[in-house]
């Protein structure tokens, strides 16, 4: 079995960190108008998780490309050939 190309390993990482930088900026944003530090924190958090969740729905709705589509097929026929059918 082939190993997953570099691009493949740092898709999550991408995620984690547009997501952070989104929170970061929402919770900024509320700390300088409301001067809570608690509340922003709470929006920062809640920021965090909303953007994650956005950007991964985002990501699996992309359509696959051919050689993406050719991989799926090739581990498809893998997993058929392992299992006797």
């Known amino acids: 079995m082939n190993a997953p190309a570099p691009r ?12 952070g930088v989104l929170a970061i900026f ?9 001067r809570e530090i608690v509340l922003s924190l709470i929006f920062l958090v ?4 909303v953007a994650l969740v956005v950007l991964a729905m985002l ?18 026929r893998e997993q058929g050939g392992r299992r006797g059918h």
């Open 59 to 76: 990501a699996l709705a992309v359509r696959p490309d051919f050689a993406e589509k050719s991989d799926i097929d090739e581990q498809d």
């Open 26 to 34: 929402v919770g900024l944003v509320v700390l300088m108008s409301t």
């Open 46 to 49: 809640i920021a965090f998780i």
């Open 8 to 19: 493949d390993r740092t898709r999550p990482a991408e995620l984690l960190i547009i997501s």
